[in-house]
């Protein structure tokens, strides 16, 4: 079908008959419809229930969308594709996936069982037949379209072939993610880059948890997507439906199935043929030859009539996913029925609803399964066996070639470049580091990406971006420097540029570096990004950052400035919470350094443990623009391994020291001058600068966790190793320009007390005396709690 979808096009060819192909795809589709079923029913009603809790799944919501990804998986996917499934379809996909031979009939009756398929799509714990996890909804749809922007970024590169056709980043949404606003941010910020090769397949059954959705959200979903450049086709009427309105009266019943509000077509849905009948009548008393047509059809085939939507019409489906004319983003408003085919369709309770056992038992008979045969794959299936053999082999050889890729590493250098200088901050070193990266060229510094909300200037990565340029799909030359207008900053634009600049959408930054830290897998060739935001920022966007991690992406996060130290900006700009974030994220490893010297040596390792497949992860730098004297010092190996292990002794104490100073990050000249207004007092006093609580605290969680079943090895965790010198009646202050609970449990490790310092409300503009005055973490308050900390406070 030809089409011209500049505008909004709605889908409404007249069918032309089915083929031996389709009425194979139609079996499939039933026999996908039965397997989510029933292995949502075993869970709920048939598996052990041992501690009495719901497994739940969503019988209603899959079916919905079964007709759809049977016409994807079985038959429109290349081995290139890419596909986000929407959470609630997570047991159609394993059913998918079960037929084609990728799944196992163990892990489906295991499904949302410790060990089974999960409940919704998850790349890491369901293996290779996932592209992007989906739990959390709208971020699945959204990262299609930064995999779209990665896949431009590598092929205008040449790191992957121009030549050979591009992988569709695909999404199967639920209409209800529409109401998610990352959503809308996702699509304005990936339209200023003019992303190709995207499909969003909307599932518009039209009800939510709660209930129906609003009867205009269509055209909403049209304008908006159409303002962003997309193609937008509407998939309304199957082939019934078609049919009937070529006949007598046939223009009536389709004004009045458009006229027909969500609710009351639901609620239709649900009471059948009966039902129908009744509003029809009511609604068009005097329309004889609509209520002729009508009366042309049985109860059963006019409740298939009214339910034949375009998102359950197989032909429709392939049709228009055919109709496709460009490699422009397009989005597909399929109109589906929430439960299509079982007792439980329309109702609108029916999000979270189960098939009692009775319904199921008549469902069972319904789709001809014998009892026993349950888990078979060709069990009640008629027609051509041999044709549904064919589809599922050929789509198996598809799925075969779309698995997770593997990327070689990138080759690191001994050292990261380092100059010293006698005054630095760590944000400023971190630019300086990729500036000099840049020059020097190599490996890595071609695998390197960077990207940034808006902040690319203020988080120092304006040198990178100067010698490597923004990427983008079209030259566009700095229209300040074509003027000759003197500039720091030199903003040509081109596809061969290493840095993607966003808009100020931190919900986009994490889903590009989620993106980009999955090139690898998911289009066999690495890359190392790097996103910089600022730190009291990273809340805004922490659903996408965890979604990022459990991904498994891997990327370095460079959140800077941090803390109170940015004391003019106020409370609003003033980071608290996020050393805990860190601590707290799983696959992301978190550092906070002191010193310039000490950023060369974990970024270093950060380069490396992104590419570590088995053990490793992503990295969050917490860095500071404020300048510190910097030591005199040439770091050893010792030093530097106890660096990237999470601390090391700035002074180490004497055996059996009763206080120690623990600090982390740009507090250290308050450490630093406490500490030495102590030494003549406290002789023996230690100071330990802490690079990172995270890696301290979760290496010394693992150890005693594993002590629990014996299995440590008699191994000692680095923290336990730094203690080992303090007296056991030492007491320890801890101080951090950040939550205090970050390293108050540093006194656990050895039963030691603390005092710990640091802040636990809003920040508030002032200078630093004032503020650190004020949050009582400036030297005089750090000497204070050390003088005064003593077993009697406690007692």
Known sequence: MQAKLAENVRYDNAWDGENEHTRALLEIEDKVRWLATWTIHHANHLRESRDGLKVGGHQASCASITTIMTALYMHELRAQDRVAVKPHASPVLHAIQYLLGNQTKEKLAGFRAFGGAQSYPSRTKDGSMIDFSTGSVGLGAAVTNFAALTQDYLRHKDIISSEEDPGRMIALVGDAELDEGNIYEALLDTWKHDIRNVWWIIDYNRQSLDGPVNEDLFRIIGRFFRAVGWNVITVKYGKLQRAAFAKPGGS????????????????????????????????????????????????????????????????????????????????????????YGLPLQGHKDNHAGLMNSQQFAEFQKSCDVPEGDEWSHFAGLKGDLEEIKQIIEDASLVSDGAGHKHARKVVLPEELPFTETDKASTQETFGRILNDLAKAGGDLA???????????????????????????????????????????????????????ELGIAENNLFLNLAALGLAGSLFGERLLPIGTLYDPFISRGLDALNYACYQDARFMLVATPSGITLAPEGGAHQSI?????????????????????????????????????????SVYLRLSTRQLDQPNRTLDDKTKDDIVRGGYWLVPPASGTSKIIVFSGAIAPEALKAFDDLKAKIPDIGLLSVTSTDRLYNEWQDLERARLIGSDGGKTAHIEDLLKPLASDARIVTVIDGHPAALAWVGGVRGHAVAPLGINSFGQCGDLIDLFDHYRISDHWISKAAERFDRKILD
């Open 577 to 617: 919470s996020t050393p805990l974030i860190g601590m707290g994220q799983p696959g992301l490893t978190s550092f906070e350094p002191a010193f310039a010297d000490e950023v060369p040596v974990i970024m270093g390792w950060s380069f490396a443990h992104m590419q570590d497949e088995d053990e490793g992860g």
């Open 252 to 339: 009536s019943l389709r004004r009045w199935i458009n006229s027909c509000p969500n609710d009351i077509y639901s609620a239709l849905t649900f009471q059948g043929a009966a039902a129908w009948r009744k509003k029809i009548r009511e609604d068009q008393p005097d329309n004889a030859a609509l209520l002729e047509l009508i009366e042309n059809y049985g109860d059963d085939d006019l409740q298939k009539l009214m339910t034949n939507l375009g998102g359950h019409c197989m032909e429709t489906l392939i049709e228009a996913f055919a109709s496709v004319p460009d490699d422009k983003p397009t989005t597909f408003v399929c109109y589906t029925v929430k439960g």
């Open 446 to 500: 071609d695998r390197i990406v960077t990207t940034s909300p808006d902040v690319t200037v203020s988080t120092n990565l304006g040198g990178w971006v100067n010698h490597q340029g923004l990427f983008g799909r079209e030259r566009k030359d700095d229209a300040f420097r074509a003027n000759k207008v003197p500039s720091m900053q030199k903003w040509d634009r081109h596809p061969k540029g290493q840095h993607v």
